[in-house]
């Protein structure tokens, strides 16, 4: 053969074996290319969905509107219109005052709620579903309830009338005082349980031999939360208590659904004050002046919570001994005590019955008596809550309830039961399916800009979205997905993605790096680690987290509001606002609270095996 069909020969060859490894290599470039983009694409949707309504809300303060457009560079004029505003200055005091008294409570309630129940052996449950119960109740069914409790002829109303005599009716719209009240009693109502919820998970995550431990050293009292409970669930706490600052300051869904910022804008917060500005009065640059500054401030004290997050300020562990206090006797002095256990045992038992009351002192005997004391008082507590809760938003029993003769056609609450399963469907998996590889590349993939990555997730959870909802209005104007479910549950997904990878990413990094570690040596693929370990392990935090986007999404109203005017695409709560004030109320409250009810009774002991197991940084 010569020297040309030699080379030839070998090019050929060459070139075959070039197409055989095409072949082979083909499968595994598309795999690989499906799963860049599964990373990359959350990342991707978090700076287009959340930070960048806020950039577009930064830039457009800055110019002047034309329509919805705008059009000339106008600099700080507009901040400086908003802070001479008196009704802009009135929204900022009362924002803060009504953050001042709503935080502090929900915090104090929700740890101590949280630290009752983890305590108790029996009914944890029944009493978590009970405390978290307000999560289900949507907004406006809420709204219905304070209505009822502030309203005329209402609960406040009858005690007035029968303890202090006063015959004269309340018009909480017409007294600033009492409209302002019934906005701070649904906001801690509505607050209460997530940070409960939160905090509970933490206690949950905790090993018991740390509580142990604590008292056996003689920890009691306000030394043992000091040194064991407090620095247990830190990292939780800060975390609980940046997320309902940000969920409070930007408060608006209580007001447009109780006072409407009347009388006289006594009781405007920022958030309807924005929102009243951008969407009523089409003073775009002036809302988005406002927005900026309250967002800028947020994220300052949001930056200081994750600060304090990273290095807690909390003193190590230490207990010191307490001698406890010795414990009287029925009789009530040591003396006669000591009277009683010579007669015999049959003496005191005596005692006992004789200075038992009637059938009240005995019910309050056996709520006090006994060492399962704290489980009862807070089951009793929890339940007689629970009637007042659900009884007059549903108008007294089911049969009762669901009538045939109201304000709203069955077929519209067929329609809004619809529209809210698809809603409420669309976000959970959409939000999974982006925040799972999302969390596992911050838990577990070491590459550069992980960091970074980090940090976008975080700003995300520190962008107030109720501020942002005018931009975002706009985005979906230029895409065309206003007045559609898919534009509504972008928004959705775009407010639960950063906490979802913020828990799961600490679900996934408190798997032990030794059976990761196991099942590579035996040759398993990172995703066969992600799928058969790592996901398993993290189930619970899964779970949870898929719970509390269901919780949101049901619930949610405002942004419906905002981003469609078809009735046809209303979901449940909102016809049950839209319903306010007249019984239509009634028939579909039911319908709106059971769902979501039957999904957290469900799933709610994944909250007490520990929502986010390891560090939350």
Known sequence: MSVAGTWLQRIGADRANHERHLARSWPRVAWLSVLGTAVVLPFVYLALASVGPLIDQAVGSLFSWHHVHPQHFAGLTYYRQVLADSAARAAIVHTVIYVAITVPIELAVGIAGAWLIFRVRRGKGLMTALFALPLVVPWSAGAALFAGLFGVGGVLQGIRAHVFGATTPLFWNLNPWLGFAAIVAIGIWKGAPWCFLLLLAALGGCPPELFEAGRMDGGRGWSYWRHVVLPAVWPMLIFVAIFRLFAEAQMAQSVDLLTQGGPFGATDLIGSYVNGLAFTSLQF?????????????????????????????????????????????????????????????????????????????????????????????????????????????????????????????????????????????????????????????????????????????????????????????????????????????????????PIAVFFLRAAFAAVPEALVEAMRLDGASTLRVAVRLVLPLAASTLVAVGLLTVLQAWGESLVMVVMTDNQALYTLPVLVADGFGGVGTLSASWLSIGPPLVAFVVLQRHFRRGLAPGALW
């Open 285 to 497: 640059p002036n809302a988005e002046a406002l927005a900026t500054l309250t967002g800028g401030v947020l994220l300052l004290l949001a930056l200081g919570g994750l600060v304090a997050l990273r290095h807690p300020a909390m003193s190590p562990l230490r207990t010191r001994r307490r001698t406890g206090r010795r414990r009287l006797s029925w009789a009530g002095t040591p003396s006669a005590a000591r009277e009683l256990a010579d007669a015999g045992p049959g003496a005191v038992r005596g005692a006992r019955r004789a200075r038992r009351p009637g059938w009240i002192g005995q019910a309050l005997w056996w709520l006090s008596a006994s060492e399962h004391r704290t489980r009862r008082l807070v089951a009793v507590a929890l339940i007689a809550m629970a009637t007042l809760e659900l009884f007059p938003i549903t108008g007294g029993p089911p049969g009762g309830a669901l009538r045939p003769d109201f304000h709203l056609a069955w077929s519209q609450i067929a329609t809004g039961l619809a529209n809210s399963a698809v809603m409420t469907a669309g976000t959970l998996v959409g939000t999974l399916v982006l925040a799972v590889p999302a969390a596992y590349l911050l838990a577990r993939v070491r590459i550069r800009g992980r960091a970074a990555l980090f940090a976008l997730v975080l700003a995300a959870m520190a962008i107030p979205g109720a501020l942002t909802l005018f931009p975002e209005a706009r985005a979906l104007v230029l895409v065309g997905l206003i007045n559609t479910r898919l534009g509504v549950i972008l928004i959705y997904i775009a407010a639960d993605l």
